[in-house]
């Protein structure tokens, strides 16, 4: 079974400049998660889908990150303009009945963001 | 602000046993104990969670206090591989439940 896909995985870009992440999710899991992850700390949830809809998103700075999931599927999450604390590594992850648990989270490998 | 408070390292010997405590004192009692790790450089992976039973499988064993207010993780025989930062995360056991994770048990198993 094919487990949860990022990328990139690695990205290097300027303050103040514009960055996309790509997240596909274990096939057929209904909640896909993405996290920030600052170096020495642990996963902070930025934003929760449950298929298309947004469950719960009072951690993600609105101001400058984005994120979709059209078709339930896929999620992109956008940051404009990035600033040099946004960088971490950004980590998605799905769960659902598919595969495990409805309630055990896989993740990706995660994107590891430099803002220069 | 995470709900457990865990030991920010703890060292183990090869072959030995490693226990890794967590507090969770402000448990509800809808909400499970969660363990997970993440080895260096790759995301983190489900070990094992229970609600009020000690739990065993094929990675480890959860131990849950009576009163459910902390727990304890027992990795058996440790070994090189099982170095990685562990976290323990209480939430409901539905895909609406939320995992607000500390900053982990950094756990080093030394030869």
């Known amino acids: 079974e094919a487990g949860v896909a990022q990328s990139p995985r690695y990205k290097i870009i300027e303050k103040r400049q514009s960055v996309a992440f790509w997240c596909n999710p274990i096939s057929g899991h209904a909640t896909l998660y993405w996290y920030q992850q600052i170096l020495g700390q642990g996963p902070k949830l930025l934003i929760q889908f449950q298929n298309n809809g947004v469950v719960d998103d009072s951690q993600l700075p609105k101001d400058r990150f984005s994120a979709e999931r059209l078709k339930g599927v896929d999620s992109t999450l956008k940051i404009q303009p990035a600033k040099l604390e946004d960088s971490a590594v950004y980590l998605c992850a799905s769960s659902g009945v598919a595969g495990g648990r409805t309630d055990t989270q896989y993740f990706g490998p995660g994107t590891r963001l430099t803002v220069l | 602000d995470a709900k457990t408070t865990q030991p920010p390292s703890m060292d183990c010997a090869e072959g030995r046993a490693a226990n890794l405590p967590c507090n969770h004192s402000?448990?509800?009692?809808?909400?499970?104990v969660y363990w997970y790790r993440q080895i260096h450089s790759q995301g983190p992976q489900y070990i094992i969670h229970g609600l009020k039973n000690n739990e065993t499988n094929e990675m480890a064993s959860l131990i849950i206090t009576e009163d459910r207010k902390s727990s304890t993780l027992i990795l058996p025989h440790a070994t090189l591989r099982d170095t990685a930062v562990y976290y323990c995360?209480?939430?409901?056991?539905?895909?609406?439940?939320?995992?607000?994770f500390g900053d982990g048990t950094t756990l080093t198993v030394k030869p």
């Open positions: 995360i209480v939430r409901v056991a539905t895909n609406a439940g939320k995992s607000t």
């Open positions: 402000t448990i509800s009692g809808n909400e499970y």
